[in-house]
């Protein structure tokens, strides 16, 4: 079955669209591209995120966003020269703007409209993936565990799978793992602080640190650094979910407010993430033998150093080596994940997620074609 999956994370870059072609035993990719935000569309999502704002605002972008990522999905199939008609399914986890994962008020807010993609393409779409884990009494998240267990696991080397998006995630796969031995959670920021910092540092001329040059250029702010890892949630056991919540508007404005010059701050944010990264897996995977980097992440030479350096026993990779793209292997995991929906199959870990059980994620809208 072809199936394109749709993927806009928390460092609000874009969207990544990856098409392909799975059953039930072998998944091989035939396409992927990243469509970027505007400007304009970031802001907004960036305004309408952990925020109080008016129901009509979040009803509008929810529509705006469906409409653009059926175009992401034609344009994928335009540069890639992928028929539109051989697309049998759509996965599309949507652009989250809220998510709160732990406790009794646990509840989560994908936004992109199923029904404008299936109207705009004519193909069944499986989305609100998170939802029916948190029903379950799960966190909602991480979901990519169950397809990391899938591509990544090993009969004799102990694996760890690290995501850094956004946030940053971590998949424990013990050599010879079954899906009840994997635990997987977020360890704390990925890109989403440095993205932020950067931003403001250029006033908004970088979204990102290019190669991890602005952390090079600053210096270490040693004492901030010790004050950002005494926090809790490092040491708390999985499973545990992070986001916008605890790394957005509020913590830039803490880190700020202590005066350090931009590239400086820059460079502690990237000993941050790394050093949270090794953390959780020192913690919670003792005897990792390879880790291996997917996402946006990956590209950042400063932060990717820094990892190797926290983890000298491991071996630090990216997914490329096993033919998934960093880039796309998200958008892969969300057409898997929508795949095992639409054959009625479970597609969370509960060892993962914390839900009572494994269920079928999602909801499915039915296309006119």
Same mark, same amino acid.
């Given at each position: ?23 039930a035993?072998?998944?091989? =990719? ?25 129901t ?23 540069r ?67 397809v ?10 102990s ?27 977020? =360890? ?6 440095i ?10 001329k970088?979204p ?10 600053g ?98 990779? =990216? ?33 993962? =997620? ?16």
């Open positions: 079955m072809r199936v394109a999956g749709i993927m806009s994370g928390t460092s609000l870059d874009g969207i990544d669209v990856a098409i392909a072609d799975i059953s035993r072998s998944v091989k =990719t035939v396409a992927h591209a990243s469509i970027p935000y505007s400007v304009a569309i970031r802001e907004r999502i960036l305004a309408v995120s952990n925020t109080e704002c008016r009509s605002t979040i009803s509008q972008l929810n529509f705006e966003l469906g409409e653009l990522y059926a175009k992401a999905v034609v344009e994928t199939c335009r890639s020269k992928v028929p539109l008609a051989s697309v049998e399914l759509v996965g599309s986890h949507g652009q989250t703007i809220y998510h709160q994962g732990r406790g009794a008020n646990a509840n989560t807010l994908q936004i992109g409209e199923s029904c404008v993609i299936a109207e705009r393409l004519g193909i069944p779409v499986v989305s609100d993936f998170r939802t029916r884990d948190i029903a379950a009494g799960g966190h909602g998240a991480p979901l990519v565990p169950f990391d267990h899938m591509l990544f696991r090993s009969a004799n080397r694996r760890v799978a690290l995501n850094i998006g956004g946030i940053a995630n971590i998949t424990v796969l013990p050599r010879n793992a079954a899906p009840e031995d994997v635990i997987a959670f977020d =360890t704390g920021p990925g890109n989403m602080v993205d932020q910092l950067v931003t403001l540092g250029t006033n908004g970088e990102f640190d290019r190669d991890g040059e602005m952390a090079a250029e210096y270490l702010v040693r004492v901030l650094l010790e004050k950002l890892l005494r926090a809790d949630y490092y040491a708390a056991p999985p499973p545990k979910t992070a986001g916008r919540e605890q790394y957005g508007k509020d913590f830039i404005r803490m880190l700020t407010k202590s005066g350090y010059p931009i590239p400086d701050l820059v460079a502690t944010a990237t000993a941050f993430t790394a050093a949270t990264i090794a953390m959780g897996i020192e913690s919670f995977a003792p005897g990792t033998e390879e880790v291996i980097v997917s996402g946006g992440g990956a590209h950042n030479r400063q932060l990717m150093v820094q990892i190797e350096a926290f983890l000298p026993a491991c071996r630090v990779t =990216t997914s490329a080596e096993f033919g998934v793209d960093p880039d796309a292997k998200e958008a892969i995991a969300f057409a898997i994940l929508a795949f095992r929906t639409w054959r009625r199959l479970p597609g969370n870990l509960p060892s993962a =997620t914390g839900a009572s059980r494994p269920v079928l994620l999602g909801k499915v809208t039915y296309g006119n074609k």
